[in-house]
């Protein structure tokens, strides 16, 4: 038996090492703090493999070049952080309507505007979800330690291939900079979905848009053998524009159902000693880490805490977090802005007066003690 690779990396490293895993093969990108390693990386890496790595001009260019890339039959990827993720939002919608799978990687900090470049900060989260214009479903996964970065990084990319969607990976600075073990999986050890192709032959008519009885959208490498038009205007099942009522509801229809009718197969999250425990923790990326190690220690004392960490944030995983917090007598969201997170789990439970938020948004890693200080005040208030 062959013995595991381990690894001693940073977090944006070990994003790149899923990606070339998940069979990454062109990345478009600009620098900017805190996710410039991922580029740096790639640039080395991906040469090294017959992949392509391109620095564009400025990140809506990077956006751009990636939707071009993918629609040749490419596995994609680019990365940013906060004021580069606004300058993506326009082709990001492209990429909904188009249907064009994707992986984007912002590696928050904090903002708004050029706000606090190496700073730690989870802000982005309502931009995740609702930056691009017109309604729409996306996907957001996200990950508190490296081993996890790397599972959901492939996952990112298994989940654009399999809904021909955009997926956002939201990092944060603690997680992109910081470093620890990975072990890294053998070849075959994580499952890989693979760009799903038409099977219609050279001069038969091809309908880009038209799903399979599973919602699946079989591809045509566009320059190939097939002819067809890519828009981000609503569109019919050859890709011509169209403001058909009806093609126009039903194409609408098609974009937020394939997302959110698969919520529970999306829905990645971690639960640490929900069993028993009277009083939960809500958390997710880099806050996650002190969240659990506020459980961990309270625990050993013999208070009833537990901790659900997400790593889907959109869709947000409601029916799991309503779930999980039906018996709690007080849930805790944890989390470095100003509670976007919170006013989603408010939305999901079933008595949200008993939710409150456990925050940080200094740039500094909110802290077991910053939690701690919170819960007393809580405690004080007779909860």
């Known amino acids: 038996m062959n013995e595991k690779i381990i690894k001693f990396v940073q977090g944006n490293e070990a994003c790149v090492e899923a990606a070339l895993y998940a069979g990454l093969n062109f990345f478009a990108g600009y620098p900017i703090t805190p996710s410039t390693e991922i580029a740096e990386t790639l640039s080395a890496r991906l040469p090294q493999t017959g992949g392509k790595f391109v620095q564009m001009e400025d990140e809506i260019a990077s956006m751009c070049a990636i939707i071009g890339a993918s629609l040749t039959g490419n596995k994609v990827m680019t990365a940013t952080s906060g004021p580069g993720f606004s300058l993506m939002q326009e082709a990001l919608g492209y990429a909904v309507m188009a249907e064009i799978p994707c992986v984007i990687v912002n590696v928050q900090r904090g903002g708004p505007s050029t706000g606090n470049p190496t700073h730690v900060?989870?802000?982005?989260?309502?931009?995740?979800?609702?930056?691009?214009?017109?309604?729409?479903?996306?996907?957001?996964?996200?990950?508190?330690?490296?081993?996890?970065?790397?599972?959901?990084?492939?996952?990112?990319?298994?989940?654009?291939?399999?809904?021909r969607t955009p997926v956002i990976l939201l990092f944060d600075e603690v997680i992109g900079h910081m470093r620890e073990r990975l072990v890294m999986p053998e070849k075959g050890e994580l499952p890989l979905v693979e760009r799903l192709k038409t099977s219609v032959k050279r001069g038969v008519d091809y309908h880009p848009y038209l799903p399979r009885e599973d919602g699946r959208l079989p591809m045509s490498d566009f320059g190939g053998i097939h002819r067809y038009n890519v828009t981000g205007l609503f569109h019919d099942m050859w890709g011509f524009p169209s403001s058909d009522p009806a093609i126009v509801h039903g194409l609408l229809r098609h974009l937020a159902d394939?997302?959110?009718?698969?919520?529970?197969?999306?829905?990645?999250?971690?639960?640490?000693?929900?069993?028993?425990?009277?009083?939960?923790?809500?958390?997710y990326g880099s806050s996650a880490r002190s969240a659990l190690h506020v459980v961990k220690n309270r625990r050993a004392r013999g208070e009833s805490l537990g901790l659900l960490e997400l790593q889907t944030l959109w869709p947000f995983p409601a029916d799991i977090v309503r779930e999980k917090c039906e018996d709690a007598k007080c849930v805790i969201v944890v989390e470095m802005n100003m509670g976007q997170v919170l006013q989603q789990v408010k939305a999901a439970v079933d008595n949200p007066e008993k939710v409150f938020l456990a925050n940080r948004i200094?740039?500094?890693?909110?802290?077991?003690?910053?939690?701690?200080?919170?819960?007393?005040?809580?405690?004080?208030?007779g909860v």
């Open 258 to 283: 394939k997302i959110m009718n698969n919520e529970n197969s999306i829905a990645r999250y971690k639960e640490y000693f929900l069993e028993d425990a009277r009083t939960i923790l809500i958390s």
């Open 121 to 163: 900060s989870q802000g982005d989260v309502n931009q995740a979800r609702w930056g691009t214009h017109g309604d729409h479903a996306i996907i957001t996964l996200t990950a508190s330690n490296h081993q996890d970065v790397f599972s959901i990084t492939v996952d990112a990319f298994n989940m654009a291939e399999t809904y």
């Open 362 to 381: 200094d740039g500094v890693l909110i802290n077991p003690t910053d939690i701690r200080n919170i819960m007393r005040l809580i405690q004080g208030k």
